[in-house]
């Protein structure tokens, strides 16, 4: 018997016992298997569409002539942390991740009442137009998975940065669809780096060596429509990628890809950004949290020393922001709790990120029982249901 046969990920998950009223789940995801692609490309890419080949140990994503290994580190919630593999079948997978009713009974096992989902996509493509589509398919399977889920999950829509009028129409559309936020990469596209082989990555980390800057002009009418439609702005992960098929690298690629974040808002802070656009709402997802307070205050001693030469006239010391317009999501992380009270501190959110491979899932209440011993029910409720209402405007 093979060893993917062998271990049920969609095992019965008994109940856990709660030890919070509510729970809003700042960071989930979704893990649609590659045949939703032919249904929701636009009718001129359906042809192109990946397909799914079957094998006894694994099945393999056929497209754009390359055949890779169906890859499951986007969902071990159901395995044990020794039965954790990499690649395999998607019969492999816990169905909550794409069958809703399967996603609801899951959450009420776990002691979740609300969600935020994060999908993914694009299509790993050379074919801009094709790439683009592909952002809007994933976004629409997502919306209508979400919109059927009788308000207990919110989508956030991926969102490409290669034209700035293109991203505002889509970041409308989202909006129309119910889509609470939009996801960004962490620095902007650019079409001439555009390639196949990068093209995937990009759609997270951007073009950290590109000469466009979110702190520039060009991307205000994003800022200002995320503001006018009550979208939140949401960065996942930074400017270092985790080389998750590699068993060597992915460790010490997991432990660096929190901090990096603070590339992004760090530019945001110091251009003025949020003195132009100060109702704007930005999240650092799975960031983790207890770095943020460490980095307002040396954001704010280096402010203080060095503002006058550099010419850096914003209107308040860089931790004002932290605790004004950006936010962060963390699934484990006793640190951030303990450090709530300090600049940059405030605002964190907590997250289960079903059905990742950090997941909590189906202990949630335990990891929380366990970081918020003596903390006050005040706080408790604001990191754990609070603070997301606020930062995605389900309130």
Known sequence: ????????????????PRVADLVVDADVHVTPPPEFWAEYLSPQFKAMAPVIEHDDDCDWIV?????????LMQSQA????????????????????WVLDKRLEDMDHDGIDQGVVF???????????LYLDSFEAYNRWQSDFCNASSKRLFG????PTVDVGQAVTMMKAARARGDVAVNMPAFPQSAEHFNKSESLMQALMGDPAGERQYRDAEFDPIWKIAVDENLAITFHLGARVVRYTDKTLFLPDLAVSKTPMLEIVAPMIFSGLFDRHPELRV?????GAGWMPWAAEYMDRIWFMQRHWT???????PSY???QNIYCSFISDKVGVALRDFPGGKNIMWSSDYPHSETTFPHSHEVIADHFDGVSDEDKHWILAGCAQKFYGLN
């Open 311 to 317: 010419g850096c006239d914003i209107k308040h010391e």
């Open 63 to 71: 497209f754009e002539g390359t055949r890779k290994k169906h890859n």
């Open 156 to 159: 956030a829509a991926f969102l």
């Open 283 to 287: 999240g650092l997802i799975e960031s």
């Open 119 to 129: 999908g993914g996509g694009p299509l790993q493509t050379g074919n801009m137009d």
């Open 321 to 323: 922001y932290f605790d």
């Open 78 to 97: 159901g395995r044990s942390f020794e039965e954790y593999r990499n690649d395999g079948k998607i019969s492999d997978m816990r169905v909550g991740g």
């Open 1 to 16: 018997m093979a060893e993917a046969d062998a271990i049920d990920a969609n095992r019965e998950i008994a109940a856990q």
